[in-house]
């Protein structure tokens, strides 16, 4: 007997593939409710290898979907919350327009909401899948947590950032987990090792919001991000805090003290001080655990292993780069932006401290004699103490990426800067390297002082020079 003929477009890439359109008829839903369910999933349209086969012959241009997501899809609870909400606003615009207020209010407070827990547990079975994701995590919620409330910016949406994204660096601070930091035109670039998991994110500098330079940006789709990415990172940092041992939410030490301090000088409400305080990353993290929360050290056998002395090595090293702001006692200036300078010196032992006018939290004053470095950004201090350094904030960074403390002379105020260079470049062999890079290397090696760049410098700048004299001696015999 013969064999039965397939019919054309039932099997292979017209099955495996669905577009937009008939996946939205599918589920049922309309196109924004299919947008935030595909974002919160995390399901993405699919490039078919043959686009015309999966769309049953026809040339247009479509976008396709597996049909295994749509139907994993289909399943969600969340999409019967997608219709309740539907329902709901119907019965809301119809009691606004019967001026049924007592119906209004009971429907508000009916308001149906769902939630995303099960979706994290479903994306990030395990904890380190969840830190791997956790770049773009925090990009988006430290951008939002600079916006303003407008129509398309919920205020709730920008509250909930700012208070996740301080408790992370608080974390940041408590662990001791920065490891690199650079400033570039686009924002401050951060990097942190957390359980053998590397993490870098983006901080935008806080100048004001242009909405027409936004214009263009639709922040419906990057709402429905930040939705599922708040949630996420509410469980990263519970992980986090108890990982140390800490109280979750954050607590500090010493809070009363702290309240009388502020007390003094009073700059917001008395429900917002916690917060403003917890923001000023100027005091300690409260522990579960209040008797003894140092960790026992192990004695580990000792095996003569070159690996095992070059572990020891790195680690004592690690120890020290964690320490390189210890003894440090750093007064910030008003005109120097103070977020990102108090969360680099204390994420490596340091104290920081800046005007009591300029905010909540400050330790010292500008007039403490034990002040070792004072940041500024301007060409001349109004008064200066002979107990301290006068610097750039640039001086700062430097020191973390080069892990050792710099010549302070290179980063007075008024000097020109030596360039800020990316730590996040690797050279290999036959790159060019940078005469900076160089003599960095060779000043961690302890091979020189750092004079090699301005040394190099002038013997450029003579080089220079007599390649233009060489020049105008030429041009004097040609006229002649």
């Not at 200036?333 to 340091?350: A, M």
Request: aromatic content about 12%.
């Amino acid at each position: 007997m013969g064999r039965l003929m397939k019919k054309k477009y039932e099997s292979g890439a017209a099955t495996a593939y669905i577009t937009r359109n008939r996946a939205i008829n599918y589920l049922q839903i309309s196109l924004p409710d299919f947008r935030r369910l595909c974002i919160l999933k995390g399901v993405y349209p699919r490039e078919p290898k043959n686009k015309k086969k999966a769309n049953k012959g026809s040339t247009a241009p479509r976008t396709f979907y597996l049909m295994k997501d749509i139907q994993y899809l289909s399943h969600e609870p969340i999409i019967n919350k997608f219709r309740e909400f539907k329902v709901f606003v119907k019965k809301l615009k119809k009691a606004f327009a019967k001026a049924e207020h007592g119906r209004v209010e009971t429907l508000q407070e009916n308001k149906p909401v769902y939630k995303l827990d099960h979706i994290i547990k479903e994306r990030y079975p395990t904890f380190v899948d969840a830190l791997r994701d956790l770049d773009d995590c925090l990009c988006l919620v430290f951008l939002f947590a600079t916006f303003p409330q407008t129509k398309n910016i919920p205020g709730d949406f920008v509250r909930r950032c700012r208070h996740l994204s301080v408790e992370f660096m608080n974390f940041v601070v408590a662990a001791k987990a920065l490891k690199k930091v650079f400033l570039s035109i686009k924002g401050i670039y951060y990097q942190v090792e957390m359980q053998g998991q590397v993490v870098t994110w983006l901080v935008p500098y806080s100048f004001g919001f242009n909405a027409k330079a936004c214009a263009d940006v639709d922040f419906r789709v990057m709402a429905h991000f930040v939705e599922f990415y708040i949630t996420m990172l509410g469980f990263v940092n519970f992980k986090l805090y108890t990982s140390l041992g800490l109280h979750y939410p954050p607590k500090l030490m010493f809070e009363a003290k702290l309240k009388d301090d502020d007390e003094k000088n009073p700059y917001c409400l008395e429900s917002e001080a916690t917060g403003e305080r917890l923001a000023a990353l100027s005091a300690s993290l409260a522990s579960v655990v209040t008797q003894n929360t140092e960790e026992d050290e192990v004695e580990l056998d000792e095996f003569e292993d070159s690996r095992t002395l070059e572990a020891k090595q790195e680690e004592e090293k690690q120890k020290a780069f964690q320490k390189l702001f210890n003894g440090l006692k750093v007064f910030v200036s008003r005109e120097v932006p103070r977020e990102p300078i108090v969360f680099t010196v204390r994420s490596f032992g340091g104290e920081a401290s800046w005007d009591r006018s300029v905010a909540m939290g400050a330790t010292f004053d500008e007039s403490d004699e034990t002040i070792t470095h004072q940041i500024m950004d301007r060409p001349k201090a109004d008064r200066q103490y002979l107990s301290r350094y006068y610097i750039q904030p640039q001086w700062l960074f430097d020191c973390v990426n080069a892990k050792m403390l710099l010549p302070v002379e290179d980063y007075f105020p008024g000097v020109v800067l030596p360039p800020h260079l990316s730590p996040f470049v690797e050279y290999k062999e036959g790159d060019y390297v940078p005469p900076e890079k160089e003599a960095l290397s060779r000043r961690q090696q302890g091979l020189d002082t750092g004079d090699a760049v301005s040394e190099e410098a002038d013997v450029s700048e003579e080089e220079e020079e007599e390649e233009e004299e060489g020049k105008e001696e030429e041009e004097i015999d040609d006229e002649g």
